[in-house]
C-alpha cells in the first residue's frame, strides 16, 4: 500500500515510520512517496478554513493508479459536512483514505512528540483497518474504536482488539 503526501510534506515525513507501522500491523508493505501533491483548491473551505475530506478522499483516487491500497497524509485540517473535523475518513470500495496529522500532532499536552507519533500511529491504523474491512469497534480501546477528540485517541491502544482480529481473519479467508 501507498501513502501520499497531501500539501506541504515537511511534517507528513517527520512520521514515516509510523505509517509504515501503521502497514505493517496488517502484515502490508506500505511507503511513502516522496513526491506530494497540492491539495486540490476545491476542497478547500474559506470559511471553515479546511480541506473537505470528501473531495480529498476524491482527489486520491485518481492519484491511485494500480496500487491496491492508498492513504493521502495532510497537515492540514479536514472536515466532513456535519462535522466540525476529522482525524482521518476512509472510501472502502475504492480502497482510498486520507489521514489529517494536524490535530493528532497539536499542542494540547505540550509538544510531546513521543504521543503525537502514537496518535499518528493509531489514526493511521484505524483507517487501514476501515480499508481491509473493519467497522467501528465498541470497545474503547480498540484501534477501530470512533474518535472524534484527543483523549478518545489517547484512550485507544494500539493493536485490534481480539474481536476485530477475528474478524479481520475471517474477511482474509
Ligand atoms: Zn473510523
Ligand atoms: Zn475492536
Known amino acids: 500500500m501507498v501513502f501520499v503526501p497531501l500539501g506541504s510534506t515537511l511534517r507528513t515525513l517527520l512520521y514515516e ?3 509504515l507501522k ?3 500491523l ?8 516522496n513526491i506530494s501533491f497540492p491539495l486540490s483548491e476545491l476542497s478547500y473551505n474559506p470559511d471553515r478554513r479546511q480541506f473537505n475530506a470528501l473531495m480529498l478522499l476524491e482527489q486520491i483516487y485518481r492519484i491511485k493508479k494500480d496500487f491496491e491500497l ?3 497524509v495532510t497537515a492540514s485540517d479536514i472536515y466532513v459536512p456535519q462535522m466540525n473535523f476529522v482525524f482521518g475518513i476512509a472510501d472502502v470500495s475504492r480502497g482510498c483514505a486520507v489521514l489529517s496529522i494536524f490535530r493528532l500532532t497539536f499542542g494540547r499536552y505540550g509538544d510531546n512528540q513521543e504521543i503525537f507519533r502514537e496518535r499518528v500511529l493509531k489514526e493511521a491504523a484505524h483507517e ?3 480499508l481491509l474491512g473493519l467497522n467501528h469497534c465498541k470497545n474503547r480501546e ?6 472524534n477528540s484527543l483523549s478518545e485517541v489517547d484512550i485507544k491502544k494500539p493493536i485490534l482488539c481480539e474481536k476485530c482480529l477475528g474478524t479481520l481473519k475471517m474477511l482474509s479467508e
Not at 26 to 33: D, I
Not at 142 to 147: A, Q, V
Open 17 to 19: 515510520n509510523e505509517l
Open 22 to 24: 501503521a502497514a505493517s
Open 26 to 33: 496488517y502484515s502490508l508493505k506500505g511507503r511513502l512517496l
Open 70 to 72: 492508498c492513504m493521502g
Open 128 to 130: 487501514l483497518g476501515h
Open 142 to 147: 480498540c484501534l477501530m474504536s470512533f474518535s
